[in-house]
Structure formats: structure tokens, C-alpha cells
């Protein structure tokens, strides 16, 4: 069993940055595959971000490219997206998942998630 936290959500202007946090709890994060999803209202979940268990596979969704940073420390149970530049689309609640090991970009494919934090950019 894995539980995750999200924290560093919040409101910023557009062009600005943020920086979410997601921590874990239980064994074997190292094993993980970790991953950001969004939800905006009325959208379904989309993927932002996934990282391997020991950050040898990166991916990023196109629209946040360039923009948005995913990296994880083992040794504090704890994953993290940079958010630069953001835009008023960025808007949505942000979740955190886990996974057998696989970096996958379908919500489905993920076994444990976070309550989710709330992004708000404002144009």
C-alpha cells in the first residue's frame, strides 16, 4: 500500500512558477513509477509528467514541454514537478500517482493517488 501526498499548490499570474511536491508513504517507493495528472472542470484526467523507478525515463505531455520539470528523490520518498511559465490553461487540479514500475500516461494504469492540489493561473 502506498499513500500519497500532494502539497505546493496555489494561485500565481500568468508566466509564473510553481513548485508541487508529492510524498510518499509505505516500502518500496524506489520501485515506483511516478506520475502528474491533471483535471480541469468538466475535462477528463490528462497526463503532465512520469518518471521511471530510478529516473532513467522522463516523459511529458506536448503541452507542457519545455516547460514543466518532473524529478524524484528515493532517499525522501518524494517526487516533484516544476512548474515555469505557466498559463492560464495550467489550471486544474494536479494529482499524483504510483504504479508497479511502468511510466504510463493512462490514468488506468495507475494503482495509488493523491487527493490532488489545486493550480490556479490567472491571465
Known amino acids: 500500500q502506498v499513500e500519497l501526498v500532494e502539497s505546493g499548490g496555489g494561485s500565481v499570474q500568468a508566466g509564473g512558477s510553481l513548485s508541487l511536491s508529492c510524498a510518499a508513504s509505505?516500502?518500496?517507493?524506489?520501485?515506483?513509477?511516478m506520475a502528474w495528472f491533471r483535471q480541469a472542470p468538466g475535462k477528463e484526467r490528462e497526463f503532465v509528467a512520469g518518471i521511471s523507478s530510478n529516473s532513467d525515463m522522463i516523459y511529458y505531455a506536448d503541452y507542457v514541454k519545455g516547460r514543466f520539470t518532473i524529478s524524484r528523490d528515493n532517499a525522501k520518498n518524494t517526487v516533484y514537478l516544476q512548474m515555469n511559465s505557466l498559463k492560464p490553461e495550467d489550471t486544474a487540479v494536479y494529482y499524483c500517482?504510483?504504479?508497479?514500475?511502468?511510466?504510463?500516461?493512462?490514468?488506468?494504469?495507475?494503482?495509488?493517488w493523491g487527493q490532488g492540489t489545486q493550480v490556479t493561473v490567472s491571465s
Open positions: 500517482a504510483a504504479n508497479g514500475g511502468v511510466v504510463a500516461t493512462t490514468p488506468v494504469l495507475y494503482d495509488y
Open positions: 509505505g516500502r518500496r517507493f524506489s520501485s515506483h513509477g
